[in-house]
């Protein structure tokens, strides 16, 4: 074994832009010397708007501050506010809930499947009662969320479908992106996501014109786009970073590649972990449809004890998430009482995540399987 196969691992890798340095150097300066001066909301991000939407299968993207401004904007767009109530998922990040208490509504957690973790649907068509305005599944980190239920449940209660497609992009259920099963759904560039990139910055994306221009509204302090200083509507300000554009625009024709390396990494893993399953360590599902591999989770009986293991033997893991949702001390006080979510529970208890970034080689994919594998089970 080389010396760099014998490194610790990390679970992001630090040199995630190192191969396009130099074209970022370059973006950097045209950018910054352009006759414009233009560096937020220009040509740029106007063009990888159209490009992405294009790669979509022709969309309406609105670039925008962060995933978690995206869902904002979105929420704000469908006029969610004061008195409704949204159901979103007991386990997942900070801004499923955040997003809806900022903008004056309710959260209202639903439990997940114990094994894949998304939300599910009969759990949420539970939580459905007279103040719902809107549903807010979210993928989760290797499974796409079972969107045609929710687009059923949505169109059968008339409630409005924003899809958290932060960590799926790319993913793809019954032919269709993740991301355009929703009335709207939303990207995250955060490094770390699989379109990530180096800084913050999201996006909308819909198939609803109506939609697309109300955030496009949002994102700029609620002016049109014609007229300055005209403020239709009390916005934000979530713009998107010309140089941000400018570089993943020079990245998204070499996303397909990234994101099929990442299929293949978990496919090796989830191969190598079945026979794990009876011994307390559960692989997600195999596959390929549905899927998006943002980081790789498993399920651990003993957890803590594995990350320790995985820790000596040189390979970092990641506990998304400890703790439910509706157990932080910022959402518990809009708990409904007598409310209880056992899956999200178990899985912030037994998650445990491991790296399936792109450029992970070969080699380090069977140190880190073959971590797993030894881990004493008994
Ligand atoms: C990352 C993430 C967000 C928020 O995106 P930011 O760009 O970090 O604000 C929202 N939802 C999910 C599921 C995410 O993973």
């Known amino acids: 074994m080389s010396t760099t196969e014998l490194a610790e691992i990390p679970f992001f890798p630090p040199d995630l832009f190192e191969g396009d ?6 973006l950097l300066r045209e950018t910054g010397t352009s006759a414009s001066q233009r560096f937020i909301l ?3 991000t106007a063009a990888f708007e159209r490009e992405l939407g294009e790669s979509l299968g022709g969309a309406e993207v609105v670039a925008c501050g962060s995933g978690t401004s995206a869902l904002t904007l979105v929420l704000a767009a469908m006029e969610v506010g004061p008195g409704d109530e949204v159901v979103v998922p007991a386990f997942g990040c900070a801004p499923l809930a955040s997003s809806v208490l900022s903008v004056g509504a309710r959260p209202v957690f639903a439990d997940i ?6 939300i599910d649907p009969l759990a949420a068509a539970e939580r459905i009662g007279p103040r ?24 059968r209660h008339g409630l409005r479908l924003l ?3 932060a960590v799926a992009q790319g993913g793809v259920l019954e032919g269709r992106p993740a991301g355009l099963w929703g009335e709207a759904g939303v990207y995250s560039f955060v490094q770390v996501k699989t379109f990530g990139m180096p800084g913050e910055g999201g996006a909308v994306v819909t198939r609803d014109a109506e939609l697309g221009r109300a955030v496009r509204m949002l994102r700029n302090h ?10 239709h509507r009390i916005g934000w300000n979530s713009r998107f970073d010309e140089l941000q554009a400018a570089f993943q625009r020079h990245r998204l024709p ?20 079945a026979p794990l399953a009876e011994r307390g360590v559960l692989a997600p599902p195999p596959g390929t449809e549905g899927r998006c591999f943002y980081v790789y989770t498993l399920l651990a009986e003993r957890r803590e004890a594995l990350r320790a293991h995985l820790a000596r033997r040189g390979v970092a893991s990641h506990a998304y998430y400890p703790q439910a949702l509706p157990r932080q001390p910022a959402f518990a006080p809009y708990v409904l009482p007598g409310d209880g979510w056992p899956a999200a529970e178990r899985a912030a208890e037994r998650a445990l995540s491991i790296p399936v970034y792109p450029h992970l080689t070969d080699g380090q994919i069977v140190r880190i399987a073959d971590a797993v594998c030894d881990f004493p089970f008994n």
Do not use: C, N
Not at 254 to 273: K, V
């Open 254 to 273: 070499g996303l397909a590649d990234r994101l099929s390396r990442r299929a293949a990494i978990a496919r090796y893993y989830t191969e190598r972990f």
């Open 42 to 44: 220009g040509e740029q």
């Open 21 to 26: 340095r130099a074209v970022l150097l370059r």
């Open 163 to 165: 899809e958290d497609s």
């Open 132 to 155: 719902t305005k809107a549903l807010l599944p979210a993928h989760m980190f290797s499974v796409m969320a079972d969107l045609p239920a929710f687009a059923e449940l949505a169109r």
């Open 222 to 231: 609620g002016q049109d786009g014609r007229t300055r200083f005209t403020h």
């Open 113 to 118: 499947d114990p094994w894949t973790m998304v």
